[in-house]
């Protein structure tokens, strides 16, 4: 029984003395690394330098390159969302005449011009002007496409391709042709224009009152 317990004594000594070196060896080395003199200050701005112009070259590599939607030609109705975000009236009406006789892009110039009426301080000559273009694109896109019409004719496709600035020469008579039959221009559109044009005398398809002048400009182009 004593030699047990001598035993038992003899392991709790050889425990103590070994936990005791671990921890003086623990001390000594955090000892080591406080004593251990800093790295220089100029390496690490040079560091924190280097990282920071990868991050701006990523940030300019991410910026240069153009955005998926004008990279594809065929999505041009998102470039001319993305003009009009940027309030570039111009270059996103270029880009809609680009597309014409496209039905859609008659629809996309015409928001684009009545965007450009609720624009405050406009001169009364630029909201007539801009008046006139609006009527004007909701005309000939109802004259080739025939939304509303009853009529069945169909432009021919030489005029639909290659001649389509022709119908811009085509005088249309606000008060002879009217609104009604110009699906494009909405009840709103109708207000603003009685409010600066008046009420037309009467209302008619495009085709049915200028399809003689479009004859006359087909026949002279050939």
Not at 102 to 108: D, G
Request: glycine share 2%; with cysteine; charged share 25%.
């Amino acid at each position: 029984m004593n030699f047990f317990f001598l035993i038992m004594f003899l392991s709790s000594v050889f425990l103590c003395v070994y936990l005791f070196n671990r921890h003086t060896t623990y001390l000594r080395q955090q000892n080591r690394k406080r004593s251990q003199p800093l790295p220089p200050i100029g390496n690490l701005e040079a560091d924190l330098s280097n990282q920071t112009n990868d991050n701006a070259t990523k940030t300019s590599d991410g910026e240069s390159q153009p955005p998926a939607h004008l990279e594809n030609p065929s999505n041009w109705r998102q470039s001319v969302l993305e003009m009009r975000k940027k309030k570039q009236i111009e270059p996103a009406l270029h880009l809609c005449k680009s597309k014409f006789p496209l039905y859609t892009a008659y629809r996309e110039a015409t928001f684009i011009l009545k965007s450009t009426l609720q624009n405050e301080g406009s001169s009364q000559a630029k909201i007539q002007d801009i008046l006139t273009q609006l009527y004007k694109t909701a005309a000939i896109a109802e004259l080739i496409h025939m939304k509303k019409s009853a009529s069945n004719k169909r432009i021919p496709d030489k005029v639909k391709i290659t001649d389509i600035t022709l119908l811009e020469k085509i005088p249309f008579d606000y008060y002879e042709l009217g609104y009604s039959m110009l699906p494009l221009l909405t009840k709103k559109d109708t207000r603003v224009l009685v409010s600066h044009w008046g009420e037309p005398r009467k209302h008619d398809s495009p085709r049915t009152l200028y399809e003689n002048y479009l004859t006359k400009l087909i026949s002279s182009e050939k």
